[in-house]
């Protein structure tokens, strides 16, 4: 069985910065590349960050140079690190195993002032 499970969505203000942490059950977490997407209310979903087993990393433009993704495989986690927030990266954020049905149930980033 797997599961995956997001922390650490919350309200902060522009500027600021919030950790999501993924934590992942089952044994396929070290095969995957693993990727964080996000979907604001009337907006599709769309990938964020991806990062492969081996670490390797893209991002969505309009984050690059201020979200970092990142891993760790002998503890099944996957984190996005996201600094100077803006308000249109208001969105419920989700962790999900690439090439596969596996989602988290999402955790809420809300920037605002």
């Known amino acids: 069985q797997v599961q995956l499970v997001e922390s650490g969505g919350g309200l902060v203000q522009p500027g600021g910065s919030l950790r999501l942490s993924c934590a992942a059950s089952?044994?396929?977490?070290?095969?995957?590349?693993m990727g964080w997407y996000r979907q604001a209310p009337g907006k599709q979903r769309e990938l964020v960050a991806a990062i492969t087993n081996g670490g390797g990393t893209n991002y969505l433009d309009s984050v690059k140079g201020r979200f970092t993704i990142s891993r760790d495989n002998a503890k099944k986690m996957v984190y996005l690190q996201m600094n100077s927030l803006k308000p249109e990266d208001t969105a419920v954020y989700y962790c999900?195993?690439?090439?596969?049905?596996?989602w988290g149930q999402g955790t809420q980033v809300t920037v605002s002032s």
């Open positions: 999900h195993i690439a090439s596969t049905g596996y």
């Open positions: 089952g044994s396929i977490f070290s095969i995957y590349a």
